[in-house]
């Protein structure tokens, strides 16, 4: 029987299998931050164990970072002493650290894959649930839990047991103004947060084929959101060409031999899935969230959903919604582009596509956040930085920002802000603050108009979307 991409990866890099047990698992790359290595560098230290393999972890450091003045010291307290503790942990144990200051720090799923960390075909860990990001290029890349950390420190393995396997195809052509957002939004709006618990999911069919490396990793990063251990899609050109040449992926012959591997590495044709879901692309449309799980999506032009359920209603009261309403129309005064679901440098040429010649609406607060510094180089190097001011939205360092509330960039409680990023948790972006989760496009337009705008007829005449 033929074997699935996730199958080939995996097998090829079972070290044992443990008699009717779970497998023991070959890490190639380990990536770190700030929030979870901490404990388990002290419990590497305490039972004195060294790093088995120091040279294939990478650090940096994202979450805790301001993303202004990031060459002035760190003034939240919590967030300086985490952020030195990952500079203390690295020198100590000799792990390659891009932390603040250096050209390489950005949020770890966007730096590893800009600078060909990740490559396909590779087993990949971070103690981060959107490590499943670097799916994306054909890799099983996945979060894991702090003690497992620690285990990969020690051992560069995992003992683990296989997840079953399904694949959501999604075919035909996408309308315009509906980006990769849109369809991981629409996938998860369509089989709930709960769908995926158990499973590793291969994304397949026209769309994802057709999809550049940065939509690819939009996608992938939000399986978890569905509560898949991880998403992948089969390597191809596409993958081949974003590595190709990238600081630290192979190079000249080494670099073909690769690729002649990572041609193998797609689904056969008789391979078999544990479930399959199959999606119409006309079907999908630019997408919000109205509640407090990714979910809760609906079109943008559609009414709230009435449902009689206690915790439906606990988070519309939390969203200060109502049944049956219509987001469309709706004031926003804070929009976030940024995360690491949106922060690459295509969804900020295409939120500069739309904004340019524009001004943002004097009640909207719009912070536009790139994903890495390598990133806010090229936004300034492509004239997209001077757009973007030029139209009053601030400007910002890379880090987390106000993805989640563990910096200083925060939304004020009652406010709704259509955000870019992956989850729209009650608290998510601040105590009391109200997320609806949204393509880079929907958070331009909004931000513009001052409310939830539908852009699809206007964008026909733009050309990247
Ligand atoms: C802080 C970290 C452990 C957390 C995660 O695992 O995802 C964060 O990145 C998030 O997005 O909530
Ligand atoms: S950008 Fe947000 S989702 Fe991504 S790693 Fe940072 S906190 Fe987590």
């Given at each position: 029987?033929?074997?699935?991409?996730?199958?080939?990866?995996?097998d090829?890099?079972?070290?044992?299998?443990?008699?009717?047990?779970p497998?023991?698992?070959?890490?190639?790359?380990h990536?770190?931050?700030?929030?979870?290595?901490?404990?388990?560098?002290?419990?590497?230290?305490?039972r004195?164990i060294?790093?088995?393999?120091?040279?294939?972890?990478?650090?940096?450091?994202?979450?805790?970072v301001?993303?202004?003045?990031?060459h002035?010291?760190?003034?939240?307290?919590?967030?300086?002493?985490?952020?030195?503790?990952?500079?203390?942990?690295?020198?100590?144990?000799?792990?390659?650290?891009?932390?603040l200051?250096?050209?390489?720090?950005?949020?770890?799923?966007?730096?590893?894959p800009?600078?060909?960390?990740?490559?396909?075909?590779m087993?990949?860990?971070?103690?981060?649930?959107?490590t499943?990001?670097h799916?994306?290029?054909?890799?099983?890349?996945?979060g894991i839990?702090?003690?497992?950390?620690a285990?990969?420190f020690?051992?560069?393995?995992?003992?683990?047991?296989?997840?079953?396997?399904?694949?959501?195809?999604?075919n035909?052509?996408?309308?315009?103004?509906?980006?990769?957002?849109?369809?991981?939004?629409?996938?998860i709006?369509?089989?709930?947060?709960n769908?995926?618990?158990g499973?590793?999911?291969?994304?397949?069919?026209?769309?994802?084929?057709?999809?550049?490396?940065?939509?690819?990793?939009?996608?992938?990063?939000?399986?978890?959101?569905?509560?898949?251990?991880g998403?992948?899609?089969?390597p191809?050109?596409?993958?081949?060409?974003?590595?190709?040449?990238r600081?630290?992926?192979?190079?000249?012959?080494?670099?073909?031999?690769?690729?002649?591997?990572?041609?193998?590495?797609?689904?056969?044709?008789?391979?078999?899935?544990?479930k399959?879901?199959?999606?119409?692309?006309?079907?999908?449309?630019?997408?919000?969230?109205?509640?407090?799980?990714?979910?809760?999506?609906?079109?943008?032009?559609?009414?709230?959903?009435s449902?009689?359920?206690?915790?439906?209603?606990?988070?519309l009261?939390?969203?200060?919604?109502?049944?049956?309403?219509?987001?469309?129309?709706?004031?926003?005064?804070y929009?976030?582009?940024?995360?690491?679901?949106?922060?690459?440098?295509?969804?900020?040429?295409?939120?500069?596509?739309?904004?340019?010649?524009?001004?943002?609406?004097?009640?909207?607060?719009?912070?536009?956040?790139?994903g890495?510094?390598?990133?806010?180089?090229?936004?300034?190097?492509?004239?997209?930085?001077?757009?973007?001011?030029?139209?009053?939205?601030?400007?910002?360092?890379?880090?987390?920002?106000?993805?989640?509330?563990?910096?200083?960039?925060?939304?004020?409680?009652?406010?709704?802000?259509v955000?870019?990023?992956?989850?729209?948790f009650e608290?998510?972006?601040?105590?009391?603050?109200?997320?609806?989760l949204?393509?880079?496009?929907?958070?331009?337009?909004?931000?513009?108009?001052?409310?939830?705008?539908?852009?699809?007829?206007?964008?026909?005449?733009?050309?990247?979307v």
């Amino acid at each position: 029987m033929g074997k699935t991409l996730f199958d080939k990866v995996w097998d090829s890099h079972v070290v044992h299998q443990v008699e009717n047990g779970p497998q023991i698992l070959y890490i190639d790359k380990h990536l770190i931050h700030e929030v979870t290595s901490p404990q388990a560098f002290n419990e590497l230290e305490e039972r004195n164990i060294p790093l088995f393999r120091k040279e294939q972890i990478v650090a940096t450091a994202d979450h805790n970072v301001p993303t202004k003045d990031q060459h002035l010291p760190i003034q939240d307290l919590l967030s300086k002493k985490q952020v030195e503790m990952l500079t203390e942990n690295c020198d100590k144990h000799g792990v390659t650290l891009y932390g603040l200051g250096h050209p390489y720090q950005g949020i770890v799923h966007v730096m590893a894959p800009e600078l060909g960390i990740t490559q396909p075909g590779m087993t990949m860990v971070c103690g981060d649930s959107h490590t499943s990001t670097h799916g994306a290029f054909g890799t099983i890349a996945f979060g894991i839990g702090t003690s497992q950390v620690a285990q990969v420190f020690a051992s560069q393995c995992l003992l683990l047991s296989k997840p079953k396997s399904m694949r959501i195809t999604v075919n035909g052509k996408l309308k315009k103004g509906v980006l990769p957002k849109d369809v991981i939004l629409y996938i998860i709006a369509q089989l709930g947060t709960n769908s995926g618990t158990g499973y590793f999911v291969e994304y397949a069919g026209d769309v994802f084929e057709n999809m550049t490396m940065e939509g690819r990793m939009t996608v992938c990063n939000m399986s978890i959101e569905m509560g898949a251990r991880g998403g992948m899609i089969a390597p191809d050109e596409t993958t081949f060409n974003y590595v190709k040449g990238r600081e630290f992926a192979p190079k000249g012959e080494d670099f073909n031999k690769k690729v002649s591997y990572w041609k193998t590495l797609p689904t056969d044709a008789d391979a078999t899935f544990d479930k399959e879901y199959t999606f119409d692309a006309a079907d999908i449309a630019p997408m919000v969230t109205y509640g407090t799980n990714p979910g809760m999506g609906i079109k943008i032009t559609e009414r709230i959903p009435s449902k009689d359920d206690v915790s439906f209603e606990k988070s519309l009261e939390y969203m200060g919604l109502q049944k049956g309403e219509k987001l469309l129309g709706k004031q926003i005064n804070y929009v976030f582009i940024g995360s690491c679901t949106n922060s690459r440098i295509e969804d900020f040429r295409i939120a500069a596509e739309y904004i340019k010649g524009k001004q943002k609406a004097a009640n909207v607060n719009a912070l536009i956040v790139p994903g890495s510094q390598q990133v806010a180089q090229q936004i300034k190097e492509e004239g997209i930085q001077a757009v973007f001011e030029d139209a009053g939205f601030e400007m910002r360092q890379s880090g987390c920002s106000a993805c989640l509330g563990m910096n200083e960039d925060k939304i004020p409680a009652g406010e709704y802000c259509v955000s870019t990023s992956n989850r729209n948790f009650e608290g998510r972006q601040g105590q009391g603050a109200r997320t609806i989760l949204a393509s880079p496009l929907v958070a331009a337009a909004t931000a513009i108009a001052g409310k939830i705008v539908d852009v699809t007829e206007e964008i026909k005449e733009l050309e990247l979307v």
